[in-house]
């Protein structure tokens, strides 16, 4: 199969596992360490720091779009 999906929510949920099929998939055999050590970097914090005032134009403008709200970005 040439084609391999990967949510974005499902890799930060679980990077060490999506990581795990995309790697072999790209055709890379990656050690353990390597793949643990890569898995640590993804921090599935850093998905919402919109906290800040200058984002709240923009956080306005997403919550009029449905899809936004739907994948949970607004």
């Known amino acids: 199969n040439p084609y391999q999906e990967i ?4 890799l930060m949920g679980d990077p060490e596992a999506e990581l795990g099929k995309l ?16 898995a640590a970097i993804a ?4 998905t919402r720091r919109f ?5 709240a ?3 306005d403008r997403l919550s009029g779009m449905p899809l936004a709200r739907e994948f949970g970005y607004a």
């Open 7 to 10: 949510r974005y929510e499902t």
């Open 51 to 55: 906290d800040d005032a200058r984002y």
């Open 43 to 46: 921090d599935s914090t850093r």
């Open 23 to 38: 790697l072999p998939f790209c055709g890379l055999n990656t050690p353990a360490e390597q793949l643990r050590s890569a």
């Open 57 to 59: 134009p923009w956080l």
